[in-house]
């Protein structure tokens, strides 16, 4: 693996945008950035990201970059790679890089359709589990439970859709998930994704202060927590092989899981749920944690 302190010290964020203090998209751009080596089109639907780009004439990213329509980002992405084909070149990155809202929701068809095509581009959906751009709306990626502007009263009724297990029916040659709180994991796999062909897809967790309500301070240390407690799991599928990757493997091979009330407690957006909604998020986090590790056991066997 990487060494934090091995990164490329070239910057493709500039100093200074417009994502908020202590935004974990912001954290996680820079480091995806850094693994691309500048040397990418970014194709990006209306989010965070977009605000985090700028407005023309100015920009605070130095990358080529298309701003695309929200239903569009895989097709449009598919169209820069036949024209890069046409034009006979092979040293640049397509990526299409989209929030959960523009990804499980609103992108989710043609995203499909590029993957069954095994178009040559890298797919990444940074997750922030919810609209945050318009301020904070649901989306099928927030989880159970969430208060969000548009699930006020009771938070949100449904389980957190999964995006990557989606992906993973398409038979990719690459799936992965990550976090910002372990730059050192995902830049490894934005640079294995990169120098992969056909459709390569990675959900990176964004954490969020505004929209999941902590303390700008604390980016890292929640996207630690969330990992510590299994709200999020780190893996990667090369060619069909499942594995455990960083803190999730260690946690795995040596230790447990802590209890995901320490994560709902970390977080304002939680503070509502009732006694029957924590069992049951704890119940489904604690499954899903024994499918992952037994699948990872199978292929340390
Ligand atoms: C067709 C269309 N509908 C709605 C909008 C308004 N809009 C802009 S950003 C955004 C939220 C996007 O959410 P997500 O993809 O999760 O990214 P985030 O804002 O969380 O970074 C919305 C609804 C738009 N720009 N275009
Ligand atoms: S609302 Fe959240 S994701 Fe958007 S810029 Fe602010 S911290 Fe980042
Ligand atoms: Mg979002």
Redesign the pocket.
Same mark, same amino acid.
């Given at each position: 693996m990487t060494n934090l302190i091995d990164l490329p010290g070239e910057e493709y964020m500039l100093p200074g945008n417009r994502a908020c203090a202590g935004c974990g998209?912001a954290l996680a751009y820079r480091y995806i950035l850094k693994a691309l080596d500048g040397r990418a089109i970014m194709c990006v639907?209306?989010?965070?990201?977009?605000v985090l780009g700028g407005m023309y004439p100015v920009s605070s990213v130095r990358m080529p970059w298309l701003n695309v329509?929200?239903p569009s980002t895989a097709a449009t992405a598919s169209g820069v790679v036949a024209g890069l084909k046409a034009l006979g070149r092979k040293d640049v990155t397509v990526v299409a890089m989209?929030?959960?809202?523009?990804?499980v929701d609103?992108g989710i068809q043609a995203l499909s359709g590029a993957a069954e095509r095994n178009t040559d581009l890298l797919y990444i959906c *940074?997750d922030?589990e919810? *609209?945050?751009?318009?301020g904070v709306?649901r989306?099928s990626a927030t989880p159970k439970g969430v208060k969000t502007t548009t699930t006020p009263v009771g938070g949100k009724r449904e389980h957190k859709k999964d995006m990557a297990g989606i992906m993973e029916a398409h038979h990719l040659a690459y799936i992965a998930t990550a976090s910002p709180a372990f730059p050192d994991d995902l830049y490894d796999k934005v640079r294995k994704a990169r120098d992969m062909r056909g459709t390569r897809y990675i959900h990176v967790y964004a954490p969020c202060p505004p929209g999941w309500l902590f303390h700008t301070k604390d980016t890292v240390n929640v996207g630690r927590i969330s990992v510590e407690t299994g709200a999020v799991v780190l893996y990667e599928i090369e060619d069909g092989a499942f594995r455990l990757t960083g803190l999730s493997k260690e946690i795995a091979d040596f230790d447990e899981l802590k209890p995901l009330t320490t994560y709902l407690e970390c977080q304002g957006r939680f503070r509502d749920l009732d006694a029957a909604t924590i069992e049951e998020l704890e119940t489904r986090v604690a499954r899903r944690w024994d499918r992952y590790v037994a699948r990872d056991e199978e292929a340390d066997a």
């Open positions: 998209l639907p209306a989010s965070c990201l977009t329509t929200f989209a929030g959960d809202g523009g990804t609103i *940074y922030n919810a *609209y945050m751009n318009t709306q989306s």
